[in-house]
C-alpha cells in the first residue's frame, strides 16, 4: 500500500549510526525541530553496536569507551531532544529533487519530500567476489565484520582454527576476539609490506597472543569442498605476485577477510551525487554538501573513517550546515578545487566554497617519515607542516585559515607531500 | 630479557627497546624512546602489563550482554576472566553500567555492562 501524496520533512537523515545521529542533534541544536531519522535495523547505534570493544570516544568524551557505549551517548542525546527515528526502515530510493521513498512492514512504500537529506549510511566491506581467490568455494570465508555480528551479537563462533587475510582494525580486533573464545588464529596474512591496521591493534591484538603478522603475504588458494579445510599461502614481491618458490600450506577451517571497506553509495548514485573515486563516496565541499544542492554526506559512507570520534564531528559538520542551508544562509562565495598529489591520495572536503577556516582530513598512498605536507596555488605555499610519520591507515588533518583561503586567485589548489632528502 | 615493543602513547611511534630481569622485576636498560611518558609505558609493558577485557555474557533467558572491566586486569589474567564471564549469566533487566561481576578474580576491577541488556 504506498502512499501517493507524499509528507514533507525539513530534514530527512539516512542511517542511525554515529554519524547521522550526530548531525540531527547538531542540527537540533541550531534550531531546527522537524527532523525525522530512518534506520533499516532495529536499534540506532549503526555497526558500533557489534563493536564491543574499547578504544571509541577519547576524542570526543576524553574517556575510552566501548562501540556500544559510544553509540547510547548519542542515542541519549537524540533522545532527550525527541528526535524521531523511524526503525526497521530502509531508504530504497532518493531522487535529485529530494523525495526519499522508503519501506517498513506497518506503513509500506511511502515517499516524503525532503527540505534538506543528510546521506549516513556507513560503508560495506569488500569481499571474497572482489578478491578473486582461485580454489574451491567452501563454507568458512566470511568478511571480518561478519564474522564480528556472528560472535558478538548472536553469540555463534565462525570456526575454532582461523586464518585472516587482510590486517585492517577489524581483523586484528577478530583476532583477539576469536583467540579469546577458544579459536586459533594461525596467521594474519598481510599483502602490502605494512600493516594498515592502529598500532595500538598490532600491539593488544596480535603480539599479547603471539599471532604472527606476515607482512607480504597473501592467500593464493582455498582447499576444502563443503568446508574449507585450509589455505595455502604465499610470500609477494614487490609487485605483489605471488612467488612459487614461499607456497605453504596451513590447515584452518575459517578464513577471514578484512580487505577494507566501501562506503555504501547506491542511493547516492540516484540522486546523481558525483562520486569521488579516491574515497568512493561523494565530492562535498566543507559544509559536506554534495554536487546534488540539498544533500549533504557524512561519516563512513562519505569516506571510511577509522574513528567513529571523527565520523561524529562530521556528521556535527553536516548537521549544522544543513540548518544554514534551510534557512538561507549557507554563504558560498566560490568554488575552489582542492587537487591532490598522488601521495596525498584524496581530502574531504574536495572544494571549499566559503571564506571561513577549514580542516582538510587526508589520508597518503604509502609509509612517509620526515616529510612536509604543504598546499599550494601554482608555485605559491599556502602552508607547510612537518609531520614525522605518515601512514594509509591514518586519518591526518590540516587546517587552512581564513587569511589564506583570502589570498586564493584561481580556482585550485594542491595538497602535496615532500619526504626529506 | 630484551624485548623491542613500539610506543603507542602517541603517533609517532618510537621502537623502543627494554632490557629487564624477570624475577627482580627491575628495568636494566631502556633505548629508543623519546620521552618520559614512553619509557613509562615501556616500562609497564615490560614489568606489569595490564588490559581492559571486552566480551560477551549470556542475559538469563537468551541474548548476549557486551561488558567490559572497569579498570585494567593484569593481562595474564585474561583466559581466567574470560572463563569466570563464560560461566556467568546477566539479569534480564541490566542497564548500562551495571557490575554483573564484581571484583573479578580479586583483580580490585568489576566487569560492567556496556550496554542495556
Ligand atoms: C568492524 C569495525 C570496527 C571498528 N572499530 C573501531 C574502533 O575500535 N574505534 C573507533 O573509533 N572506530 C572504529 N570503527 C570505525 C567506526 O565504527 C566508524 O567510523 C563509525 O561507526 C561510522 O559511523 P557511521 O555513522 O558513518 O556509519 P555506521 O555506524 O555504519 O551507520 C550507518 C547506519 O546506516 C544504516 N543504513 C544504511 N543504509 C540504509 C538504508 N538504505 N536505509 C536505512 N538505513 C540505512 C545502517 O543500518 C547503519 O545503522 C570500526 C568500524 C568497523 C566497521
Ligand atoms: S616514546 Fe614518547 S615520543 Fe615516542 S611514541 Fe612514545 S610517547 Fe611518543
Redesign the interface.
Known sequence: MSDITASKRALVIIGAGPAGMSAAVAAYDHGIRDILIIERDNAPGGIL?QC???GFGLHTFKE???G??FA?RFEEQVRERGIEIKLNTMVLDITPDRMVTAINEKEGVFTIEAGAIILAMGCRERSKGALNIPGTRPAGVFTAGTAQKYV????YMPGKEVVILGSGDIGLIMAR?MT??GAVVKAVCEIMPYSNGL??N???CL??FNIPPLLSHTVVKLHGRERLTGVTIAEVDAQRRPIESTKKFIQCDTLLLSVGLIPENELSKSADVVLDRMTGGAEVDEFRQTSTEGIFACGNVLHVHDLADFAADEGAIAGRAVVDYLTGNLKQQKRIRVLTDGRVRYTVPQYITSGKDVTLYYRVSNIFRNATVGIYEGERKLLERRK??LAPG?METITLPASLIASIVGDTIRIGLEEDK | MKRKLICIVCPKGCEISVEYDETTKEVLNMTGHACRRGEEYARAECIAPKRTLTTTVRIKGGGLLPVRTDKPIPRELMFECMKVINRAEAPKDAKIGDVIIPNILGTGSNIIASANA
Open positions: 553496536r564491543i570493544h574499547n575510552e569507551l566501548t556500544p557505549e547510547y558478538n551479537m548472536q553469540g576476539r579469546l573464545e598500532t595500538r598490532i600491539e593488544q603480539n599479547d614525522i610519520k591514518e
